[in-house]
């Protein structure tokens, strides 16, 4: 894949990477970052009428994600929840991710735009 990046994109890329990743030292943590932002995309790209009306923290939403399965599995508070979380598998990892999103979009940190569009008859 680096064979087809121009060097101005690999530094355009490792500057965004320093400054959205810099604080977050655990590798498993940067990769469900990474994850729910795609998962956000996604369900904003299937929604257009949605939109964040506010700055969301996306650490914050998957820590919502984390407690959840937290909640649901009632795990023992020593154990290692990011690792374990994880390790689901991707289909149940993905539910508790749009889960968090959705959760966060009800929260009021969401506009609904009007579409003249769509009407119901």
Request: aromatic share 8%; with cysteine.
């Amino acid at each position: 894949m680096l064979e087809y990046t121009g060097k101005n994109e690999v530094a355009w890329w490792k500057k965004v990477e320093a400054a959205m990743f810099a604080g977050l030292h655990r590798p498993e943590f940067r990769q469900l970052i990474m994850e729910m932002l795609m998962v956000t995309a996604i369900v904003l790209e299937r929604n257009p009428e949605i939109k964040f009306q506010n700055t969301t923290d996306i650490d914050a939403v998957v820590g919502d994600a984390i407690n959840e399965y937290k909640k649901d599995k009632q795990t023992d508070e020593s154990a290692d929840e990011i690792s374990e979380f994880c390790n689901l598998p991707s289909e149940i990892l993905v539910q508790y991710m749009v889960r968090s999103v959705v959760q966060s979009l009800l929260k009021g940190s969401v506009s609904v735009t009007a579409n003249d569009t769509c009407t119901v008859s």
